[in-house]
């Protein structure tokens, strides 16, 4: 019996039917399975952005149509997380920044968008101003989140914070209604 699989594997070693085939399957199939990943991530990235952008302009519509009434940031991120749904730990992960702008100079707003990181100490928003009427206002969100595969494709290329959630910027501009 074993004689008799010894012939059968030698006799399979020497035999070459099939070698181009067995080199493009090897060369072709990660490939292809790394792109199926990288859409599979994309998607859910841009679910998860579109999301971000209905609950923000759900939000702004909200702030610009009461000018005058007190919302503190925790308000405001309370009410994009109810309206947005699907981000998983929004509380902990949204960070926001509403400032007014100058339309004449645009270029006083910082550039790179003030986000969480949950592997730091917790500080306080870097901007965060309700405005008067007629006002044109910013009102940038970051989210944090983690990519479903974080060593493969697109989730792999996200920078990443100290605890390996990667960034989604949603900006929203507005001007202040009159009461």
């Known amino acids: ?46 679910m998860r952005h579109m999301f971000l952008d209905r609950g923000l302009d759900i939000t702004v519509r909200y702030v610009r149509l009461n000018t005058n009434e007190d919302i503190t940031h925790n308000q405001l991120k309370e009410m994009i997380c109810d309206y947005s749904g699907f981000l998983d730990d929004c509380d902990n992960t949204l960070r926001l920044e509403m400032a007014p702008l100058d339309p004449r100079q645009f270029a006083q707003f910082d550039q790179v968008a003030d986000c969480v990181d949950l592997s730091q100490p917790v500080t306080d928003p870097r901007g965060f101003d309700l405005g008067r009427e007629h006002q044109l206002m910013i009102l940038r969100a970051c989210y944090r989140f983690k990519p479903v595969f974080p060593t493969t494709g697109l989730g792999y290329a996200f920078t ?20």
Do not use: C, H, W
């Open 1 to 46: 019996m074993i004689t008799r699989l010894k012939k059968t594997l030698r006799r399979f070693r020497k035999e070459e039917d099939g070698a181009a085939i067995l080199l493009e399957f090897v060369i072709f199939v990660p490939l292809i399975f790394s792109l199926f990943l990288m859409s599979v991530e994309m998607g859910i990235y841009s």
């Open 160 to 179: 990443k914070d100290g605890s390996g959630r990667a960034r989604m910027v949603s900006t929203a501009a507005f001007v202040q209604e009159p009461n």
